[in-house]
């Protein structure tokens, strides 16, 4: 069991930045790549940025250049800066434990979400 927290949204002028923040708990052995999803209304949710349990990261090519993936271990915490904003980041944004799919469906976990929304 893993329970997901995130955290940060707001709205945000268009051009600014804002830092999400996703608190993870429970069973540590779920708990190595990462990722960041979002959901805008009537588009299917994607995936915005993962990080894997080496550190090494990936980014959608709409986010790339503006937003960094990050994780401090010793606070389980995952983060995302997101800098640059645009209308089109506009969604809820959610953590997740299985980014690329690739885990079983014991260590599939979602949090909440947080709203972001950038406005023009």
């Known amino acids: 069991q893993v329970q997901l927290v995130e955290s940060g949204g707001g709205l945000v002028q268009a051009g600014g930045s804002l830092r999400l923040s996703c608190a993870a708990s429970?069973?540590?052995?779920?708990?190595?790549?990462m990722g960041w999803f979002r959901q805008a209304p009537g588009k299917e949710r994607e995936l915005v940025a993962a990080?894997?349990?080496?550190?090494?990261?990936n980014y959608a090519d709409s986010v790339k250049g503006r937003f960094t993936i990050s994780r401090d271990n010793a606070k389980n915490t995952l983060y995302l800066h997101m800098s640059s904003l645009k209308p089109e980041d506009t969604a809820v944004y959610y953590c997740?434990?299985?980014?690329?799919?690739?885990?079983?469906?014991?260590?599939?976990?979602w949090g909440q979400g947080t709203q972001v929304t950038v406005s023009s």
């Open positions: 997740n434990t299985d980014p690329f799919g690739d885990v079983g469906v014991r260590c599939d976990y």
């Open positions: 429970g069973d540590t052995i779920c708990i190595s790549a």
């Open positions: 990080i894997t349990g080496d550190d090494s990261t």
